[in-house]
C-alpha cells in the first residue's frame, strides 16, 4: 500500500515516510492510495480472532510490499494487550465498546499502534523519532501507556499549566522515560498554537525527525479501520441480513477509517451519523460534504495541532461520489432528542450512554428508512467511557456510571516542577527539542 496526500495524488510516498514525516509540504494529508481487496482476511477471522491477531495479518495484507509480515505481526501485536467489546443489546442492535484499554478511550488503540509502528520501522533504520503534541485531556495518559518501553520514540507534550494528567514520574524523560511535558503559562489554543509553529518551518522537522500522534497521522488513523472487521468477526454467525454502523462525526476520524475499511472490502452496508456543519442532507436527501466547496488550493495547509479529517472525507467522497451519497446517512439530532436516546439506551438495555453514543444511537432511530430492513442490523460504536461524560448522562438520566479505575487514572493531575513556558516562547520548546538529542537519551 502506498499513500498519497490529499492535495496532491503525484505526491505518493510509503507506509514509513507517511508515518515518520506525516504531514506533506504540500499542506494537505496522507491517504491510501491503493487499499487493496482484504476480503480473504476479513472473512477468515471468527469470534475466536483477537484483535491483535486481526490487526497483524491486516497491516501485513496492506503493507506487505515494504515490511514482511513477521514485522507486521510484531507491530500489531506489541499495541494490542485489550480487545474491543461487542455487546449484544438486542436482536438486532449491538454495541461496540472501544474504551476498555489503558485510559477509557479509543485513542489507547491507535496511539498504542502508532508507537509500536515507528518503534518497529525506527529500530529496522537506526533512527530515532519525536512525537510533539498539544493536550489539555486524557492525550498525555494514551501517550505514556504506549510509550512505556520504547527506546526510540520520545514525546514533546504540551499542555496547559496546571494541566497535566495521568503520568508517572518515571514517564518522564529526566527519570528514564518518554515524556517530555512542557507546561505553558496560557490556554491549550496557545499549546496548538506552538506545534503549528514547530511544523510550520519544514527544517525543524527535518531536523528533529518530529511527527504526531493525533490522527493527522495515517498511522494513528488507520488501525481505527480494524475496530469495524472485529465487530463483522463477531457478527458474521449470528446476523445475516445488513449492517450498519451508528457513530458520532466527531472529527471525521471513525467514519474514515470506517470506509477505508468498506474500501478494504468490508461487509457493510453503510454509516449513520449525526449531521453536522460540515457532513449533512442535500436538498434530494443524498449525503454531501460542505468544505469541498471550497478549492484545496484556497485553504490554509492541514492542522498539525488539532486535525480534522473532513478533507479525507472529501478526497474518499470525491473518489466514490455516486456510490458514498447512498452510503452514508446523516441525521439531524437535537439535543432534546439525544437526551431522549441516552434514557432509552437506559431503559431498555441498562447502558449508560455518553453524548456521543446517544446521538449516534438517536440518528439511527431516525435514519429508520435505510436501516430497519427485516434483517438489519444496528452497531453502536461508543468510543469512550461514559464514566467520561458523567454530567450528561446524570442530566439525562438522574444518576452516572461509577468512575473505572482506568479512567481515574488517566485523569489524575499530574505536578511538574519545571516553569511554565510563555505561549509565544516558540525558542524554549526548540530548546527543549534540541536538548533529546544533546542529551543523548535516545
Not at 503534541?133 to 510509550?147: F, I, K, N, P
Amino acid at each position: 500500500m502506498h499513500f498519497v496526500s490529499t492535495r496532491d495524488e503525484n505526491n505518493k510516498v510509503t507506509f514509513k515516510k507517511a508515518v515518520l514525516d506525516c504531514m506533506p509540504s504540500d499542506g494537505g494529508l496522507y491517504v491510501p492510495y491503493d487499499t487493496g481487496d482484504l476480503r480473504r482476511w476479513i472473512l477468515y477471522a471468527d469470534e475466536n480472532t483477537s484483535f491483535a491477531s486481526l490487526a497483524g495479518a491486516l497491516t501485513s495484507a496492506m503493507i506487505n510490499d515494504e515490511f514482511s509480515p513477521i514485522i507486521c505481526e510484531a507491530i500489531a501485536t506489541g499495541a494490542f494487550p485489550v480487545n474491543p467489546v461487542l455487546r449484544p443489546l438486542d436482536e438486532n442492535l449491538f454495541m461496540l465498546e472501544l474504551y476498555h484499554g489503558a485510559t477509557g478511550t479509543f485513542k489507547d488503540f491507535g496511539v498504542s499502534y502508532l508507537a509500536s509502528a515507528l518503534e518497529t520501522i525506527l529500530r529496522m533504520d537506526g533512527e530515532k523519532a519525536i512525537l510533539l503534541d498539544a493536550t489539555a485531556g486524557e492525550l498525555g495518559a494514551c501517550m505514556a501507556a504506549a510509550l512505556r518501553g520504547k527506546k526510540l520514540v520520545k514525546s514533546v507534550l504540551l499542555c496547559p499549566k496546571g494541566r497535566l494528567r495521568g503520568m508517572d514520574e518515571a514517564d518522564f524523560v529526566w527519570n528514564g522515560g518518554n515524556i517530555y511535558p512542557v507546561e505553558v503559562d496560557g490556554s491549550e489554543e496557545d499549546c496548538h498554537n506552538l506545534v503549528r509553529r514547530i511544523f510550520a518551518d519544514r527544517s525543524l522537522v527535518e531536523k528533529y525527525h518530529l511527527t504526531v500522534a493525533n490522527t493527522a497521522n495515517i498511522g494513528r488513523l488507520l488501525p481505527q479501520a480494524f475496530f469495524y472487521t472485529f465487530a463483522f468477526s463477531r457478527l458474521k454467525k449470528i446476523v445475516s441480513g445488513d449492517i450498519f454502523y451508528a457513530l458520532s462525526a466527531g472529527n471525521y476520524g471513525n467514519l474514515v477509517s470506517g470506509l477505508y475499511g468498506w474500501k478494504m472490502a468490508l461487509p457493510v452496508n453503510g454509516f449513520v451519523v449525526p449531521s453536522t456543519a460540515n457532513l449533512r442532507l442535500d436538498a434530494q436527501g443524498a449525503c454531501m460534504v460542505l468544505d469541498s466547496m471550497v478549492p484545496l488550493s484556497k485553504r490554509t495547509p492541514a492542522d498539525p495541532a488539532d486535525p480534522s479529517n473532513i478533507e479525507r472525507l472529501e478526497q474518499i467522497f470525491n473518489a466514490n461520489s455516486l456510490m458514498l451519497r447512498s452510503f452514508v446517512f446523516p441525521a439531524p439530532v437535537s439535543e432534546e432528542e439525544k437526551i431522549a436516546a441516552c434514557k432509552e439506551l437506559f431503559i431498555k438495555y441498562k447502558v449508560y450512554a455518553d453524548s456521543d453514543t446517544a446521538s449516534a444511537y438517536a440518528a439511527a432511530k431516525k435514519r429508520g428508512d435505510v436501516v430497519c430492513g427485516e434483517d438489519g442490523t444496528v452497531v453502536l460504536v461508543a468510543r469512550d467511557s461514559p464514566c467520561l461524560d458523567s454530567k450528561f448522562i446524570r442530566r439525562s438520566i438522574g444518576e452516572e456510571p461509577k468512575v473505572t479505575e482506568n479512567v481515574s487514572g488517566a485523569f489524575r493531575p499530574v505536578s511538574l516542577t519545571r516553569p511554565a513556558i510563555a505561549p509565544d516562547d516558540i525558542d524554549s520548546l526548540v530548546s527543549v527539542l534540541n536538548s533529546l538529542n544533546l542529551l543523548r537519551i535516545f
